[in-house]
């Protein structure tokens, strides 16, 4: 049986219904997650896209893999933004998709990258159901929203969403 708490459970964000657009690209950040942990990393995927559909990167979480903490999914995929001569208006219309909820850092990477709309997956309410105690498994719980609320620019979030397809990833995936 799977983990992850019913969708209708009030303890845990509701699920947000996607377009069909949304969902192709989430969907893309799901399958870098698997990718990922098929590497031994955390399964966290990130896809950034521009207004007009232009994917302008992917990545994966590879922070067990390089030894580098700040290697999220997220913040790898906003690297990977360097030296493409993006204008600060292009990405301020893109969307970075992200297979589970940003934590604090990828917040401020995503604030620093000027992108202006998030997309995510599975909540950082559930994620915790997976990290259960374990000092080296648990996050800041600081929401995302918190840190993008703070900005001076506006950066829409819009998630959970696919929440059951999201989650897979992470069944049998954290240590107990
Ligand atoms: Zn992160």
Redesign the pocket.
């Known amino acids: 049986m799977s983990p992850i708490p019913p969708l209708d459970n009030p303890a845990f964000p509701a699920e947000v219904a996607l377009d069909e657009r949304d969902g192709r690209y989430l969907r893309k950040a799901i399958v870098w997650s698997h990718l990922g942990r098929r590497q031994g990393n955390r399964p966290?995927g990130a896809v950034i896209v521009s207004a007009s559909g232009q994917v302008l990167a992917e990545a994966y979480?590879n922070s067990s893999e390089s030894g580098d903490v700040?290697g999220?999914?997220?913040?790898n995929a906003v690297r990977a933004l360097a030296g493409q001569g993006l204008a600060r208006e292009v990405l301020a219309e893109a969307t970075i998709y992200s297979s589970?909820e940003?934590?604090?850092?990828?917040?401020g990477?995503i604030f620093w990258s000027n992108i202006g709309r998030v997309v995510f997956g599975i909540d950082a309410e559930r994620l915790r159901i997976f990290r259960g105690e374990r000092g080296d498994q648990r996050?800041a719980e600081l929401s995302c929203r918190d840190v993008f609320a703070a900005s001076p620019h506006p950066i829409e979030c819009i998630g959970p969403a696919l929440i059951d397809e999201a989650g897979a990833a992470h069944v049998g995936a954290w240590k107990t």
């Open positions: 966290f979480c700040t999220h999914a997220e913040t589970g940003p934590c604090v850092m990828c917040a990477a996050d």
